[in-house]
């Protein structure tokens, strides 16, 4: 696709449900990153992915999340046991490896636990 | 990962005016990156910083990446309207500062 593409857009989750936030990137791109953004702050890394390599999930705030990667292409951040301190826009980017342009980040999935 | 610190937080400026935030890291970077992000938007880049002392403009936009390679700066000169938002800064692991918010009053 012409850009980095993220569903849903907006996604209203009671307390204690799983959710799955997926991220289309640019075709080609090989690095993808996921952040998560409270209202009004900056970006928090979660995880990165880099080809085939193991990715850096090091960001990743407790083990409620995962992240996954198929084929080099879409990926898909799960949380679980969702909790209303989870609320945020979570922005996924993605790149070719040089980064020369640059990282393109999607429009986000803003993310509300009741 | 490094991390990076932005100054100021926030910057009030008048149509006009000119505008400077700044991007600092504890450690030597190999790059520096600058993305912009409007009220209601996600990021946007626009630059890539690699060499020591390398000065970038785009417009009426100057970017530095210091002779150490642990510091950058985005000036902004005459602001306008057009230029609200907030600029962060990343560096080569794509860890963000907090970034700066600009609002300009006209």
């Known amino acids: 696709g012409a850009g980095v593409s993220q569903s849903p857009s907006n996604k209203v989750t009671e307390k204690g449900k799983d959710v799955e936030l997926r991220c289309d990137p640019i075709?080609?791109?090989?690095?993808l990153y996921w952040y998560r953004q409270s209202l009004g702050q900056g970006l928090e890394f979660l995880i990165y992915?880099?080809?085939?390599?193991?990715?850096?999930k090091s960001g990743l705030p407790s083990d409620r999340f995962s992240a996954e990667r198929t084929g080099g292409s879409v990926s898909t951040l799960t949380i679980q046991r969702t909790q209303q301190e989870d609320s945020a826009v979570y922005l996924c980017?993605?790149?070719?490896?040089?980064?020369?342009?640059?990282?393109?980040f999607g429009s986000g999935t803003r993310l509300t636990v009741v | 990962g490094q991390q990076v610190m932005q100054i100021p937080q926030y910057q009030h400026v008048q149509e006009g005016e000119d505008f400077t935030t700044y991007c600092n890291s504890s450690?030597?970077?190999?790059?520096i990156q600058w993305y912009k992000q409007r009220p209601g938007g996600h990021p946007v880049f626009l630059i890539q910083l690699v060499k020591s002392g390398e000065v970038k403009k785009q417009k009426r936009l100057t970017f530095q990446f210091g002779e150490a390679k642990k510091n950058s700066s985005l000036h902004i000169t005459a602001t306008q309207t057009t230029d609200v938002g907030t600029y962060f800064c990343a560096g080569h692991d794509m860890r963000f500062g907090a970034g700066t918010r600009l609002t300009v009053k006209p």
């Open positions: 450690t030597t970077l190999s790059n």
């Open positions: 075709s080609g791109h090989t690095a």
């Open positions: 992915f880099q080809g085939n390599s193991a990715p850096d």
């Open positions: 980017a993605s790149s070719f490896t040089d980064r020369v342009h640059g990282y393109t």
